[in-house]
């Protein structure tokens, strides 16, 4: 399982086109700490899986998908800049975090029930 996690977000963070100093400085990780995650050397705290879940918009259990082929972020922008900041990053996850809950909110009254 320690395998999928790791391969899982490395797969999700390539897709993104996100870097792994940019999730590591999202997480107040250093970039070879997520580089151990991501082949497996080191177990993911849960702390770490969460920040990093949230960073790239998905449901923590995504990360333990047997085929990551099949993984999709829930809800994917897109938009150009020459650099971000940490602080970019912090208002981006934000922004994108209340989007989500927006769009379960829209799905629990139009459905009575969470998808």
Do not use: W
Not at 4 to 28: P, T, V, W
């Amino acid at each position: 399982m320690l395998t999928y996690i790791g391969r899982n977000i490395k797969l999700l963070r390539e897709k993104s086109g996100i870097s792994q100093s940019d999730i590591a400085e999202y997480c107040g990780i250093p970039r070879e700490l997520l580089s151990y995650y991501e082949t497996g050397k080191r177990e993911v705290s849960l702390l770490h899986l969460e920040k990093i879940a949230e960073f790239l918009n998905i449901e923590i259990e995504v990360f333990l998908e047997e085929n990551p082929n099949e993984i999709k972020p829930d809800l994917e922008l897109t938009f150009r800049a020459n650099e971000l900041t940490a602080t970019d990053f912090n208002s981006i996850t934000y922004f994108k975090r209340i989007v989500k809950n927006y769009l379960k909110m829209k799905n629990i009254e139009s459905n009575g029930a969470e998808a």
